[in-house]
């Protein structure tokens, strides 16, 4: 088996929560390569792009509330970095999030999340229908009413990757278009990750490493530290418990403005949202399904613009460019999976479920402090990664 030179650490995977984690940790200092066969290609690819703490806020989960409002403050900064290191936009917008009722019913649900998020000192403000329709005058007539969060925004994912990995190849970050068979240890110690057998993008690139040779089959990356940032792969990788929950999401296009915020809505208990983008497109979103399949589904579709048009009839008549589905990584508690694992050497950075993009520049910091100084921050203690045991035989995949 050939050995590369031996990298400070070595991160297994390239979506938002990989490619922030490389990022970060280059910047402090550390030599880094990202392995991915298709960076910025999973998850992330497909995501909405929501940075809503507040109109997310859940019973039960404080601890995360605490995460990723944190991570919320962050945003205007970290986007405001990235377009003037790279020149490139994220797509940060920070306009506001409605959260609307269709029904009766729907509005005395969320009456009940405005006490519940008015206890918590969160900024949000009760609107009627006619108010909301102010707002945004494309909602139904018959909507009754909702909440009104002035800060929760959103970022366009797929602009934000891009600029992630400029950004990280400006640092130095070595991109290896491979996918990772396998963690290697040695006496119970992470030494690096295995490569698979090439296809046609295999070939190293980033600053400093065009003039490598494309590696051979087997070969092993050799890094002091290796991160599982993989998403729903990371499972695969290391046996931590991070099992996938689907989504599927349509994007529409509309050569005028259709809506100005964000819009949240709950139809008969469902929910459903609306996000726009400076370029006329509409992430329209999102089934949760305990599934691992990617399919779209006739279902799927239905249900989603079925309830998008009883709260705004006209979106109907956009574009519709495109279906997808993706698989949110999720552990058994839901929190982010962070920092060093039970095997030394070994960290990971996933978990982040309906939060990658939200909580992208908190788990930047986070993973940077924890690689550099080996500890995890005070901020993020409820989302150790040795919280879960490493099942050894899981440790591979084929
Ligand atoms: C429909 C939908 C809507 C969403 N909306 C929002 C939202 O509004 N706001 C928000 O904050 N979050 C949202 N999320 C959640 C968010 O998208 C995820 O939390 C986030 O994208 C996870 O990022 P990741 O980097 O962990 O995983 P991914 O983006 O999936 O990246 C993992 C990467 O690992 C690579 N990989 C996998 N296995 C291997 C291997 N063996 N070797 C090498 N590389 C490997 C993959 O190729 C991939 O590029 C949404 C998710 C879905 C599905």
């Not at 400070?8 to 929560?17: L, P, Y």
């Not at 290609?41 to 703490?53: I, Q």
């Not at 050799?222 to 599927?248: D, F, H, I, S, W």
Request: with cysteine; proline share 6%.
């Amino acid at each position: 088996m050939s050995r590369t030179p031996r990298y400070d650490v070595v991160v297994v995977g390239a979506g938002v929560i990989g490619l922030v984690t490389a990022w970060r940790t280059a910047q402090r200092g550390l030599g880094v390569a990202v392995a991915d066969p298709a960076p910025a290609s999973g998850t992330t690819h497909v995501s909405a792009g929501m940075l809503t703490p507040v109109t997310e806020a859940a019973y039960g989960e404080e601890e995360l509330l605490t995460f990723t409002l944190a991570s919320h403050r962050r945003w205007p900064a970290f986007a405001a970095e990235l377009e003037r290191t790279t020149g490139l936009p994220s797509g940060y917008r920070a306009r506001g999030t409605l959260e609307v009722a269709f029904d009766g019913d729907d509005m005395a649900v969320l009456d009940e999340l405005l006490e519940f998020r008015r206890g918590l000192g969160l900024e949000v403000e009760r609107l009627t229908g006619r108010e909301i329709r102010r707002l945004e005058p494309m909602l139904a007539p018959s909507v009754r009413g909702g909440l009104h969060a002035p800060d929760d925004g959103s970022a366009d994912p797929r602009l934000l990757t891009r600029a992630l990995m400029a950004a990280s190849e400006q640092a130095g970050v070595a991109f290896v278009r491979r996918r990772v068979v396998e963690v290697t240890t040695e006496a119970g110690t992470a030494t690096g990750v295995r490569l698979a057998a090439g296809g046609q993008d295999t070939g190293l690139t980033g600053n400093g490493d065009t003039a490598r040779p494309e590696p051979d089959t087997g070969e092993e990356l050799a890094a002091e530290k290796v991160v599982l940032a993989a998403g729903v792969g990371t499972a695969a990788l290391a046996g931590l418990p991070v099992r996938a929950v689907k989504g599927q999401i349509l994007r529409l296009r509309t050569p005028v403005e259709f809506v100005t915020r964000t819009i949240r809505g709950l139809v008969r208990g469902t929910p459903v949202y609306v996000v726009p983008r400076d370029d006329g497109e509409i992430a329209l979103g999102a089934t949760q399904e305990d599934l691992a399949d990617t399919r779209v589904t006739a279902g799927g579709v239905w249900q989603l613009l079925r309830d998008a048009h009883d709260l705004l009839p006209g979106i109907t008549e956009l574009e519709l460019a495109e279906t997808a589905a993706g698989l949110r990584p999720c552990a058994p508690d839901n929190f982010p999976v962070l920092g060093a694992s039970s095997i030394p050497g070994l960290y990971a950075a996933t978990g982040h479920f309906r939060h990658g993009v939200l909580l992208a520049p908190a788990t930047g910091e986070v993973m940077a402090e924890a690689l550099v100084t080996g500890r995890l921050p005070e901020s993020a203690a409820c989302f150790a990664a040795d919280r879960f045991p490493i099942r050894q035989e899981e440790r591979t995949c084929g």
